[in-house]
């Protein structure tokens, strides 16, 4: 079976650091390009970061351009997130997703479960 | 960045009926527009990709129309299941999601 299992987040301080894992299991880790999204309480899904097979290409949101860095060990099947000079608006669901290639379409299947993070004084 | 605007933002439907949801992209796109179905406490789970495709396991009920900037997504004969937050992505250049519609028991 194809999983996705996020963990390390939990509550932080303003200005404080967090490092996400996601553990994946059930396909060959190596060949598959990797995501971060968040959700935000009462708000919408939200792109955060990608990072490419061999970590060649990464990208990120403009929002998290400089705080936020994406990263993976395929040798671990695992892919990161470090998130640096936390803000309350940081808090949300973290969530990490694979993405699917076809002719035409890219799109993220499947997801984790999701991970809390919190970040308050 | 491309901006992904969906609507309505909410809307009320009964079980059987027939559901409309829209999509339109700042920019053209082409068929990079994927449809998740999102529920609380539970991974969001794709729907259509590539515009049109139906993921599999999908029931058919779920269909996806549309290339460039508008795309729609409609759900056939509304199931209690249904009921969800639903979110269009654009994949065409990174990645963005429209604001999401939830869908509510009338």
């Known amino acids: 079976e194809v999983q996705l299992v996020e963990s390390g987040g939990g509550l932080v301080q303003p200005g404080g650091s967090l490092r996400l894992s996601c553990a994946a299991s059930?396909?060959?880790?190596?060949?598959?390009?990797m995501n971060w999204v968040r959700q935000a309480p009462g708000k919408g899904l939200e792109w955060v970061s990608y990072?490419?097979?061999?970590?060649?290409?990464?990208y990120y949101a403009d929002s998290m351009k400089g705080r936020f860095t994406i990263s993976r060990d395929n040798a671990k099947n695992s892919l990161y997130l470090q998130m640096n000079s936390l803000r309350a608006e940081d808090t949300a669901i973290y969530y990490c997703?694979?993405?699917?290639?076809?002719?035409?379409?890219?799109?993220?299947?499947?997801w984790g479960q999701g991970t809390l993070v919190i970040v308050s004084s | 960045d491309i901006q992904m605007t969906q609507s309505p933002s909410s809307l009320s439907a009964s079980v059987g009926d027939n559901v409309t949801i829209t999509c339109r992209a700042s920019q053209s796109i082409s068929t990079y527009l994927n449809w998740y179905q999102y529920k609380a406490g539970k991974a969001p789970k794709v729907l259509i990709y590539a515009a049109s495709s139906l993921q599999s396991g999908v029931p058919s009920r779920f269909s996806g129309s549309g290339s460039g900037t508008d795309f729609t997504l409609t759900i056939s004969s509304l199931q209690p299941e249904d009921f969800a937050t639903y979110y269009c992505q654009q994949s065409f250049r990174t990645f963005s999601f429209g604001g999401g519609t939830k869908v509510e028991i009338k």
């Open positions: 997703a694979r993405l699917r290639l076809t002719r035409g379409g890219r799109w993220f299947d499947p």
């Open positions: 059930g396909f060959s880790f190596t060949s598959y390009e």
């Open positions: 990072i490419s097979s061999t970590t060649n290409t990464i």
